[in-house]
């Protein structure tokens, strides 16, 4: 009981650290003028992605590694599949930033410029996952309530 308990204590708490990255992602991309801006966006980058590992370790051991319910209970529930669904769109449209800050993290170590002319459309893409993001926790809720 005590390990299905801190699993889903860090699932959450990997859900906290998620959203508000998130946000301050998309807040300094949005701020992002100067080179010395990347600083700040590459700092949420960072923990977004501390959150991301956090979601699906704790997940894939959750719903897959007999921790919970079972496996067939999560694969033939509707609302764990609308949440797999929603987190697969958030990957996609992960896909340009997480190749652009990889780029950009390169450059920073080889002290090479940095083009902030797609900063624009990194905010964009960061801002859609935050709603589906949210989605995702009505959809977990909705699930852990047998809706």
């Known amino acids: ?12 708490l990997g859900l906290a650290i998620g959203l508000a990255a998130v946000y301050a992602r998309w807040r300094a991309l949005r701020n992002a003028k100067e080179q010395g801006d990347i600083a700040d966006v590459l700092h949420a980058d960072s923990w977004y992605g501390l959150a991301a590992l956090i979601w699906i370790g704790t997940g894939l051991l959750r719903a897959f590694g007999g921790m919970e319910k079972g496996t067939d209970h999560y694969l033939g529930n509707h609302w764990f599949l609308g ?10 449209l992960e896909i340009k930033p997480m190749g652009t800050f990889m780029a950009w993290r390169a450059a920073r170590g080889k002290k090479t410029p940095i083009d902030l002319s797609k900063t624009g459309t990194l905010a964009t893409l960061t801002i859609l996952q935050l709603p589906l993001l949210v989605l995702m926790v009505f959809m977990a809720a909705a699930m852990a309530r047998g809706l």
């Open 83 to 92: 949440k797999m669904g929603l987190f697969l769109i958030v990957l996609c």
């Open 1 to 12: 009981m005590t390990t299905k308990y801190f699993f889903a204590v860090f699932h959450l």
